[in-house]
């Protein structure tokens, strides 16, 4: 596990209703559902609350990017939520690529016989899941963290 970096870390899914929340124990062993957050003027605010009480050293923001690569205006939005979220939490702020996150979430939920109704409250935390685990699994294989550190300058004026 060379070059891994030791420490809880948050997978944030952003949504435009609902932004999903996922937490790793310190040794990256395990991703878990945390919590789905509503989305509005307070979600900033919570997920850095979640993020204090797990001690997170990291919080990796999921940024959904079309299959082509492109940005879309979601990718605009969790750009912008990932910069109210590295304000309000004092903490970094990683943004990885999260293409299939929502669709291997989903997947997910429906092998487990869940229908997608049922499954609406829990999706965003799955994803979030997913994209923390695909992170973490990729920082142990390259000894690299996963996306790009969102920089001061990327701070909402």
Do not use: W
Not at 18 to 41: H, I, K, N, Q, Y
Not at 84 to 90: I, Q, R
Not at 130 to 144: F, M, N, P, Y
Request: proline share 4%; net charge neutral; charged share 25%.
């Amino acid at each position: 596990m060379s070059g891994f970096r030791r420490g809880v870390r948050l997978g944030v899914d952003v949504g435009k209703a609902r932004v999903g929340v996922a937490r790793c124990d310190p040794d990256g062993l395990l991703a878990v559902p945390v919590e789905t957050v509503p989305r509005d003027e307070h979600s900033a605010a919570r997920i850095a609350q979640i993020a204090a009480e797990y001690d997170a050293f990291e919080l990796l923001v999921g940024l959904p990017v079309s299959l082509s690569g492109n940005e879309t205006a979601s990718t605009t939005d969790a750009r912008d939520f990932a910069a109210l979220l590295h304000s309000a939490a004092s903490r970094p702020v990683r943004l990885v690529d999260e293409r299939l996150s929502t669709v291997s979430a989903h997947a997910a939920l429906r092998t487990s016989g869940r229908s997608q109704k049922s499954s609406r409250k829990i999706v965003d935390q799955v994803a979030a899941v997913v994209l923390l685990q695909q992170a973490i699994d990729v920082e142990k294989r390259s000894g690299t963290p996963a996306g790009t550190l969102l920089s001061d300058s990327q701070e909402p004026a």
